[in-house]
């Protein structure tokens, strides 16, 4: 099985900063990746998809990058409503695989 | 506007048995494949089980075949989640998301519901 690994696991940042997420896959896994976005109490938010795609009506400071074995999710001009878990997940034929999460605090 | 509404969340015995529904609407139901997602209390998500648009075709996270089935019903636009043999590690918000396009099956998940509270205890 394909196992999918985020980091940092927690990362403090300033308003306006720019963020780098990174999630690894234990094989190649082509640009089938997606980012979620989960804040306190509620569903996850759906942002990027084939690695780099945004999402419709996702803000434009979202970005993913990424192939093979190393994604990145960057928010460019971090904001308060920013603060959130985020989420990447591998999907190939009929199954997905989430990462552990990546927790943005703002400091 | 997609709504995703998740009922059937209890309190239940180790060993016992739930069926989860989630109610659809705002979208062509029968169009998309389904799928339902968990989260256990404080943990991060993970992939259950997902169900082709015309419900011929399901997958299962490795761990819960057999334990779990996933159905739909297109005529009320209902999804379904049995599950049975329940244990206290099956503790989780089950959450019923909606794939992104058509003709793909648990790929990209754009709406989800509020979640379903199962907890597993004695």
């Known amino acids: 099985d394909i196992q999918m690994t985020q980091s940092p696991s927690t990362l403090s940042a300033s308003v306006g900063d720019r963020v780098t997420i990174t999630c690894r896959a234990s094989?190649?896994?082509?640009?089938?990746l997606a980012w979620y976005q989960q804040k306190p109490g509620k569903a996850p938010n759906f942002l990027i998809y084939?690695?780099?795609t945004l999402e419709s009506g996702v803000p434009s400071r979202f970005s993913g990058s990424g192939s093979g074995t190393e994604f990145t999710l960057t928010i460019s001009g971090l904001q308060p409503d920013d603060s959130a878990i985020y989420y990447c997940?591998?999907?190939?034929?009929?199954?997905?695989?989430f990462g552990q999460g990546t927790r943005v605090e703002i400091k | 506007e997609v709504q995703l509404l998740e009922s059937g969340g209890a309190l239940v015995q180790p060993g016992g048995s739930l069926r989860l529904s989630c109610a659809a609407s705002?979208?062509?139901?029968?169009?998309?494949?389904m799928n339902w997602v968990r989260q256990a209390p404080g943990k991060g998500l993970e992939w259950v089980s997902s169900i082709r648009n015309d419900g011929g075709r399901t997958s299962y996270a490795d761990a819960l075949k057999g334990q779990f089935t996933i159905s739909r019903d297109n005529s009320n636009n209902t999804l379904y989640l049995q599950m049975n043999s329940l244990r206290a590690e099956d503790t989780a918000v089950y959450y019923c998301?909606?794939?992104?396009?058509?003709?793909?099956?648990?790929?990209?998940?754009?709406?989800w519901g509020q979640g379903a509270l199962v907890t597993v205890s004695s």
């Open positions: 705002g979208f062509p139901f029968s169009a998309y494949a």
């Open positions: 084939r690695a780099s």
């Open positions: 094989q190649s896994i082509g640009v089938w």
């Open positions: 997940q591998h999907y190939f034929g009929d199954s997905a695989t």
């Open positions: 998301a909606k794939e992104r396009s058509r003709g793909t099956m648990a790929d990209n998940f754009d709406s």
